[in-house]
Each structure stands twice: as structure tokens, then as C-alpha cells.
T-cell receptor, first 112, second 114 residues
């Protein structure tokens, strides 16, 4: 049973456009929701993360929107740039517990 | 430089030949974890360790072993590798005891089992 479902699998956006990636989770015990960015040949790196006590977090061009009642969260990339082309993973985990569950990933291509 | 290192980075082996992938972090992190990444399946957690001598299973532990005798090291052991363990493996660490904080990932180990 997949606990974190991510969509879309791939996304093509024009430079300057908005990229939106969605994730849905099932386990209401999750209390940490990060997004990781991965470039080819590299390990994932934390992009931005949110905890369920807030509905939105913004860092530069990247925003997480969180809907606790719907058990959904999304990543918005404003003014998308070709350098944002990468694979993005959402994840969820529980404080003081070791398990982390990742989504299947979204390959983002930003066309110049 | 703060980092997670993995060795080897690439490995081709044959079915049944025991192997170990090493992972080391220099950030004094309590939490360490192993993941495998397969196309279309994202990152799946194999094992994790909340601290020295404390390890537990993730979602796909079958065919793998780990140990945590020192805080900085968390080796992944495949005692009898099979072709379905061909994958890209990542080690990660975190400053807190648990996965609910930023994880720092190593560069990955690409394993091929023939």
C-alpha cells in the first residue's frame, strides 16, 4: 500500500511558467513533509519542508501548500527556470520515528 | 566539508557473491538510513538507524543487512545478491533521532548484479 502518491510523473513547463507537483498521503501520523530535488548523477537534496501546523511555506520561488483535512500537499515553483529541470520527490515521516516514505518522483523539464 | 560518502560508487557483481557498500558521515548525525532508487518507484527505505546499535527495517529490507557499531558508519550488506537487487542505492543521515528532519544524502552507489 503506497502511503504517499505523487503526480504527475513528468511535467514540461515553459520558462517563466508555474510548475505544480502534487502529493497525497494516507497516514495521519505523518508530521514532516519535505520536498527533495535531485539532479542526474547526484543524491537528492532538501528543497523545502513543512510541518502540519502551517498551511503554506515559501522560500524564494518555491512554495509548499499544505491541506491537512484533504491529506494533500503540493510544491509550486514560480517563474520556472531551465536550471530547475530535475526530479522532485515529496516525502512524509513521523517525528522520532525512523521511517520515511517517498513519492515516486516527478521529472520536471523547463523549456527555454 | 560536511558530507555523506559512499563506496564504491559503481559495482558490478555476480549472483550470490557477498558484498558490502560502505557509508560514512562526518556531521556527527544520530540518524542514518539506506534507500534504493528504481525507475518509477522513487526512493524506498531499506533500513534505518536511530543511533549506535539501534537499527530497524524500512519498507524493503528483504535480502539486506545493516550494522551500526559506530556513529559515523552504516554499512549495507548483501550476503547473497540477486539480479532484482540491481539498483541505485543512497545512504542518508540526519542530525536528529528520526527521519522527521532534513536528510543529507550521499552520492549514490550503482549496483548491477548479473
Amino acid at each position: 500500500q503506497q502511503q504517499v502518491k505523487q503526480s504527475p510523473q513528468s511535467l514540461i513547463v515553459q520558462k517563466g511558467g508555474i510548475s505544480i507537483i502534487n502529493c497525497a498521503y494516507e497516514n495521519t501520523a505523518f508530521d514532516y513533509f519535505p520536498w527533495y530535488q535531485q539532479f542526474p548523477g547526484k543524491g537528492p537534496a532538501l528543497l523545502i519542508a513543512i510541518r502540519p501546523d502551517v498551511s503554506e511555506k515559501k522560500e524564494g520561488r518555491f512554495t509548499i501548500s499544505f491541506n491537512k483535512s484533504a491529506k494533500q500537499f503540493s510544491l509550486h515553483i514560480m517563474d520556472s527556470q531551465p536550471g530547475d529541470s530535475a526530479t522532485y520527490f515529496c516525502a512524509a515521516s513521523t517525528a522520532n520515528a525512523g521511517k520515511s516514505t517517498f513519492g515516486d518522483g516527478t521529472t520536471l523539464t523547463v523549456k527555454p | 566539508e560536511a558530507q555523506v560518502t559512499q563506496n564504491p560508487r559503481y559495482l558490478i557483481t555476480v549472483t550470490g557473491k557477498k558484498l558490502t557498500v560502505t557509508c560514512s558521515q562526518n556531521m556527527n548525525h544520530e540518524y542514518m538510513s539506506w534507500y534504493r532508487q528504481d525507475p518509477g518507484l522513487g526512493l524506498r527505505q531499506i533500513y534505518y538507524s536511530m543511533n549506535v546499535e539501534a537499527t530497524d527495517k524500512g519498507d524493503v529490507p528483504e535480502g539486506y543487512k545493516v550494522s551500526r557499531k559506530e556513529k559515523r558508519n552504516f554499512p549495507l550488506i548483501l550476503e547473497s545478491p540477486s539480479p532484482n537487487q540491481t539498483s541505485l542505492y543512497f545512504c542518508a543521515s540526519s542530525s536528529h533521532s528520526g527521519g522527521a528532519y532534513e536528510q543529507y544524502f550521499g552520492p549514490g552507489t550503482r549496483l548491477t548484479v548479473t
